[in-house]
């Protein structure tokens, strides 16, 4: 009697529509980057109506030798959902594929396409030629909505390694900055002395709000009449769904072939996330992106501001509470932190708020430097800013290179891994599967 060979596929049982199955994705990675660049380390699609119950990654990184042997580095993971109709000048394209879904021309050659196909192999993103860039744009979305101040966008700072870059420090008294130039009315806030001057100072702070201190959304102003506006941010941009980290200090290593002791430091992770669960309610993206922030100090910075609290208003009385323009403090040109500064003689206004909250640096390893000449010792991470512009949020990739040994162009941090995810959704597998040891 001859046997009919049979394939079975999935479960005796066959599935009805509703039923929702798991499906776990697993992304390798292997990525080179530089400090405060912010590196993709993957991309998965997920589509509408799924469920991410749980998401876990294992990697193993290290850097190469750097100067200095005992400041210590953080180390972030991010996992970002990125809805496909937000992606930068793609969001039309990405709908118009299911409008007709006989029609299928692939979006980068519809009518009115903004966006092409990839007429070369993109390394930095991992893209082939005739693929569309959907990593480059949710890497831009990502950038613009979390790792950007406000009115700030990803291509308005200097790229490191071909990414944009994080800022140096998540908040510091240098936050408020500003070259007495832009500061609105300055004859108002030049001539206030008592508590007579408060009301130009606070219309003149409000008014323009020249530093970046009363900015507020289009949805905040709408509140501050009580008009209650209704919440739609989660489609407006990426949604954090999972962030890992870890602080680790270098360690020191001898060289085998010429016995020349370095230092590097170096990051094992292991971390899962299964409490929070993320419906997916439109095709997307999650995407995965890495950041090395070492801990540095400013060059150019030539005392604490602490020393500066010389006025009453400068200790932030209580009755001053609820002014907050009160606290703006003028150094006149060659005076304050900022010291004698050659690239640009101005005075400058800061914020003495700040201080109390977001705090300071000491160092007395490095003299001050008018020149911010910022060269990295073996025992301190120095770097040139703030500069002529006043902007201490972003570093070049000349001041990333200059902390290792080898300053070269290839000297960076290295990630090795993998992520893996359980979505619940209606896919599942209908290849034949000939191995029969799953592990």
């Given at each position: 009697m001859a046997l009919t060979p049979r394939l079975v596929l999935g479960s005796s049982s066959a599935l009805t529509?509703?039923?929702?199955?798991?499906?776990?994705?697993k992304h390798t990675f292997a990525t080179f980057s530089k400090p405060f660049s912010i590196t993709p380390i993957g991309i998965a699609p997920v589509l509408a109506g799924e469920t991410l119950r749980s998401i876990f990654m294992e990697s193993r990184v290290v850097t190469d030798p750097i100067k200095n042997a005992i400041g210590g580095w953080k180390k972030d993971y991010f996992f970002f959902y990125v809805p496909a109709t937000i992606l930068f000048e793609m969001g039309d394209q990405f709908r118009n594929m299911f409008v007709d879904l006989d029609d299928q021309v692939p979006m980068g050659q519809q009518p009115g396409a903004l966006v092409q196909p990839l007429a070369n192999d993109d390394k930095?993103?991992?893209?082939?030629?005739?693929?569309?860039?959907?990593?480059?744009?949710?890497?831009?979305?990502?950038?613009?909505?979390?790792?950007?101040?406000?009115?700030e966008y990803q291509n308005n700072r200097p790229y490191i390694n071909g990414y944009p870059v994080a800022q140096i420090r998540e908040a510091t008294w240098l936050d408020s900055l500003a070259d007495k130039d832009l500061?609105?009315?300055?004859?108002?806030?030049?001539?206030?002395?008592?508590?007579?001057?408060?009301?130009?100072?606070?219309?003149?702070?409000?008014?323009?709000?020249?530093?970046?201190?009363?900015?507020?959304?289009?949805?905040?102003?709408?509140?501050?009449?009580?008009?209650?506006?209704?919440?739609?941010?989660?489609?407006?941009?990426?949604?954090?769904?999972?962030?890992?980290?870890?602080?680790?200090?270098?360690?020191n290593t001898v060289n085998p072939v010429d016995?020349?002791?370095?230092?590097?430091?170096?990051?094992?992770?292991?971390?899962?996330?299964?409490?929070?669960r993320k419906f997916f309610k439109e095709p997307g993206f999650v995407v995965a992106i890495t950041l090395a922030r070492p801990k540095l100090f400013f060059n150019g910075l030539a005392g604490s501001m602490a020393s500066h609290l010389d006025r009453a208003w400068d200790w932030l009385p209580e009755l001053l509470l609820h002014t907050p323009s009160s606290s703006l403090k003028k150094f006149e040109p060659g005076t304050g932190p900022l010291g004698d500064r050659v690239t640009d003689t101005d005075g400058y206004f800061a914020d003495m708020r700040d201080l109390f909250v977001h705090g300071d640096q000491f160092q007395n390893r490095t003299a001050f430097d008018p020149n911010v000449t910022g060269e990295l010792s073996a025992f301190h991470s120095g770097i040139n800013l703030p500069g002529a512009d006043l902007n201490?949020?972003?570093?070049?990739?000349?001041?990333?290179?200059?902390?290792?040994?080898?300053?070269?162009?290839?000297?960076?941090?290295?990630?090795?891994?993998?992520f893996s995810m359980s979505i619940q959704g209606k896919q599942r597998d209908t290849t034949p599967n000939t191995n029969a040891l799953l592990v």
């Open positions: 529509p509703t039923d929702r199955v798991g499906r776990y994705p930095q993103y991992y893209t082939a030629k005739g693929g569309m860039p959907y990593l480059q744009r949710a890497l831009w979305a990502i950038v613009d909505s979390y790792f950007r101040d406000e009115g500061v609105p009315d300055q004859a108002a806030l030049d001539a206030a002395s008592d508590t007579g001057d408060f009301e130009r100072l606070l219309s003149a702070f409000e008014t323009l709000r020249s530093l970046g201190l009363a900015n507020i959304s289009w949805d905040e102003y709408l509140a501050s009449f009580g008009i209650a506006t209704p919440s739609t941010e989660e489609a407006k941009k990426p949604q954090i769904i999972a962030h890992f980290n870890d602080f680790q200090y270098p360690s016995g020349a002791p370095s230092s590097a430091v170096s990051w094992v992770f292991r971390e899962g996330e299964n409490k929070k201490w949020k972003y570093p070049t990739e000349a001041m990333t290179n200059n902390m290792f040994k080898n300053p070269a162009g290839s000297a960076g941090i290295y990630d090795d891994g993998y």
